[in-house]
């Protein structure tokens, strides 16, 4: 494999501190770490001064191959994630048909090895019919269980069923934790409302807190190591503050972080997601759980529809937005504002995703470590524009919001995935392991 020098980066270290110097990579590692390296390489990328961040790792998406592919696919998604600076992506269960035997697992590595420019990986999916393939299909970074808010045959929301799960085998359970009784008990309740800011009032604080509850039982009762997805609301927060197994982590997005209910009066039915944005509070108490660590790192939920979909009168809309293009670039504008340090962003973005699923050698920028990263423009902000996105939908809910620290070049196993707007063709990510 060719030899990819860059010189006159600022590289990021764990700690947030900054060394200016070049990095060569070689065979997809990183070889070496310098104030000046001499080397010979068969390509050389001048950074120029700008920051070199190891390479994201998002652990939750949505990529709707198979099944869904006018909305995405693995080939489109992933040209996406790499112009937003992810190189690993987890993706989610929910396709067509859903993910949750062994021979679904194959068909998605097949595609994902023809078109992926990106790493990635795949949860196995839950029903209340599947244990021996929640137990035996691999490779797979997890479990996910949809305890409410499911598609297709992936609900599992009865107690013995969990339970079921929960007591047999040992493999990380993820859960979208929202309770299903609730749900539809309140749905039925506000049937006369049809306005897009009654999906935050139909699935409350409360719908999310009973189900992220009962799963945090389940996890102690067995010791099963639990994650839990897109955490949204302050009682969450303050629930895993005050009771957070050594073996439990937790993950917040973007969207809960920086959107809110006052947002649907301008975006309407664009930021109807599951579980719903929330209110200001709920903002602040996810961050300050992200600065605690009672959050451990950041998720996008990429779950693409296209606008048309979106504009919808609700509720018949369906819920979810895009992000995995945009979820560095947001986050690296909120450390500009003093909101989190770039020590914070690594933790939350590459090395904590890692750490938790088990991804060796991936999420910093080390001699011996995968090459894996991105060099972004931290000093010139640029707008949002729907017309610009990679995304197959071609639309954000973050449309016009200036953000800093969009990737220039994203490094892929030490091959250039990205450079200044365009795809490398031909760059292929690998499938990754877990221990």
């Excluded at 994650?227 to 073996?247: C, G, M």
């Excluded at 071609?394 to 969009?406: A, V």
Aim: hydrophobic share 40%.
């Amino acid at each position: 494999m060719s030899k990819l020098l860059i010189r006159n980066a600022r590289i990021a270290r764990p700690d947030g501190s900054i060394f200016d110097g070049d990095l060569l990579c070689h065979n997809g590692f990183i070889e070496r770490l310098a104030p000046q390296i001499t080397a010979s390489a068969d390509e050389t990328i001048d950074a120029a001064g700008m920051l070199l961040l190891p390479g994201v790792i998002d652990p939750q998406v949505h990529f709707r191959e198979p099944g869904k592919e006018y909305k995405e696919d693995l080939g489109s998604v992933s040209r996406a994630a790499v112009k937003g600076g992810v190189t690993s992506f987890l993706e989610m269960p929910n396709t067509d048909p859903s993910t949750t035997t062994q021979a679904a697992l194959d068909d998605k590595l097949k595609r994902a090895a023809e078109k992926s420019v990106a790493n990635y990986g795949f949860f196995i999916g839950a029903t209340p019919h599947n244990l021996d393939d929640l137990l035996n299909t691999h490779p797979v970074c997890g479990i996910k269980i949809f305890m409410g808010a499911s598609t297709g045959s992936l609900l599992v929301d009865k107690a013995e069923d969990l339970e079921r799960i929960f007591s047999r085998g040992d493999r990380l359970i993820a859960v979208h934790a929202e309770d299903e009784a609730r749900i539809r008990a309140r749905r039925e309740q506000f049937k006369n409302r049809k306005d897009p800011a009654v999906h935050s009032e139909i699935r409350d604080n409360r719908t999310a807190l009973l189900a992220t509850e009962l799963a945090l039982s389940l996890s102690k009762k067995y010791r099963r190591r639990l994650h839990i997805l897109h955490l949204s609301t302050h009682e969450e927060v303050e629930l895993l503050r005050r009771d957070k197994p050594a073996w439990v982590t937790a993950e917040v997005i973007p969207n809960h972080l920086l959107l809110n209910v006052n947002d649907y009066a301008q975006l309407g039915t664009l930021v109807q997601m599951n579980p719903p944005i929330r209110q200001p509070q709920d903002n602040a108490a996810l961050w300050a759980g992200l600065h605690d660590g009672v959050i451990d790192f950041i998720a996008t939920d990429h779950a693409p529809h296209t606008l048309e979909e979106k504009r919808q009168a609700y509720p018949a809309s369906p819920a979810g937005m895009p992000g995995v293009e945009t979820s560095l670039p947001l986050m690296l504008t909120e450390m500009k504002a003093g909101r989190c340090t770039l020590a914070e962003i690594q933790k939350w973005m590459c090395y904590g995703p890692a750490l938790a699923y088990g991804i060796r050698n991936k999420g910093k920028i080390l001699e011996g470590w995968d090459a894996d990263f991105t060099i972004v423009d931290i000093e010139n902000t640029k707008p949002v524009r729907n017309e610009e996105m990679f995304t197959k939908v071609r639309w954000s809910p973050f449309q016009e919001r200036c953000l800093s620290g969009w990737p220039i070049f994203t490094v892929v196993g030490g091959q250039i995935a990205f450079s200044h707007g365009k795809i490398r063709e031909g760059v292929r990510g690998q499938p990754l392991k877990f221990t």
